[in-house]
DNA sequence: GGGGTTATATACTCTTTAGTACAATACAGA
DNA sequence: TCTGTATTGTACTAAAGAGTATATAACCCC
């Protein structure tokens, strides 16, 4: 009985990599949505077959939370990082342009998961359209707690108002999500994430 | 044989009204997406089953595409109207103020139902997930000719940028969209289209 | 090599899905 | 009132949905 709980090598060993099958759970739920995303969908992406899925992530609602959180946590995620620029101004023009950049790029499905997941949904996913819905106030807030950051080291006007600032951001990115998501190219995002720059209060 | 098409008054009277039952069926595919909603989620909104449904409506896609037609063409309609205003400030204005209005007005659900109707879908919906890109993109184009308009009447400055700026607007408009379908406030989405309205090219 | 354990594949369950057949019903016009 | 036509309600179909039972296969440890 070892104390810590290290993946048991006992019994027949999973055939497939864990990690590689949830990333392409989260194309198949990132292109259909949760509602859009059948079994069937996931299990052929995954290479897998259901009994597999089962075991290995219990149901597609917690397959699908999982999958998020995988989202969240990639390398190429644009969010966390942008954070931890230096100024307000850098922070909100890494997090914009990263946004452009990153829901236009080909080498994943376009537009963004925590938006399109589950906007409008059965009554099924309820729970995981909630659960988008809190990711994408937490951010807001951490944006928010940033800017805050930011008045206090007078980086920003002592005027500003951080958590309209942070809304103002956030829509602009959850924008840029759904006009990716309906083909718009690197290039036009990139620019409509500097005309929201242009209105970004001005430091002293 | 009348050359006026007119409601054929034959047969057994239609005991709905179709107009109230399409109202019915734009909310269901509001609030719960195309995927997400069922013909029994339809058919109990509507009031009527399911023989009747089909016979009035075609079917569940045609059902959603005239639920959509109906959208754009109600009263409370805020994009179409705004382009008649007299200067293309005004256009923007009128048209940031009236999405954050509408989108989140409690007599219907909120966000937009072009947005979330089906973003990410299967593929039974990606028909109407075409026409619904296509629809915004219309909308967008619209827009921009509206602004090269003013353009030309030397409303705006004569380099401006009018498909950017048109996508500029439509971005921010759909990020509304998301904010309200998540629960955002009136006088939240009017602040943030203030703020989006702060970065408009003066006229000269 | 055998025993315990876990994953795999096939085949199944039950529910819900979109869509329809058909008999009964309600009206207009003759 | 009779006839033709179109809607209604009930009951149905075939397919797809999520999730599971069971037998077999592959590994580690003893």
Do not use: H, W
């Given at each position: 009985m070892s104390a810590v709980s290290c993946t048991a090598a006992v019994g027949r060993p999973r055939a497939f990599d864990m990690q590689t099958a949830l990333e392409k759970a989260l194309d198949v739920f990132w292109t259909k949505g949760y509602d859009g995303a059948s079994l069937s969908d996931l299990t052929s992406a995954m290479?897998?077959?259901?009994?597999?899925?089962?075991?290995?992530?219990?149901?597609?609602?917690?397959?699908?939370?999982?999958?998020?959180?995988?989202?969240?946590?990639?390398?190429?995620?644009?969010?966390?990082?942008?954070?931890?620029?230096?100024?307000?101004?850098?922070?909100?023009?890494?997090?914009?342009?990263?946004?452009?950049?990153?829901?236009?790029?080909?080498?994943h499905p376009q537009g963004c998961v925590m938006v399109q997941g589950a906007l409008a949904c059965s009554e099924a996913a309820s729970g995981v359209k909630e659960v988008l819905t809190q990711r994408r106030?937490?951010?807001?807030?951490?944006?928010?707690?940033?800017?805050?950051?930011?008045?206090?080291?007078?980086?920003?006007?002592?005027?500003?108002?951080?958590?309209?600032?942070?809304?103002?951001?956030?829509?602009?990115?959850n924008g840029i999500a759904i006009q990716a998501s309906s083909g718009a190219t690197e290039a036009q995002l990139v620019e409509v994430a500097n005309m929201a720059l242009a209105s970004f209060p001005k430091g002293e």
């Open positions: 290479g897998i077959n259901k009994p597999s899925l089962y075991s290995a992530f219990g149901n597609k609602e917690q397959l699908f939370l999982k999958a998020i959180e995988f989202y969240e946590n990639r390398p190429c995620s644009f969010f966390k990082p942008a954070l931890e620029q230096p100024t307000a101004y850098q922070v909100a023009e890494t997090m914009l342009i990263g946004a452009a950049k990153n829901m236009s790029d080909a080498s106030q937490k951010s807001e807030e951490d944006l928010r707690e940033r800017l805050e950051l930011a008045i206090a080291q007078k980086d920003l006007p002592s005027d500003t108002d951080a958590a309209a600032l942070s809304r103002y951001l956030c829509t602009v990115i």
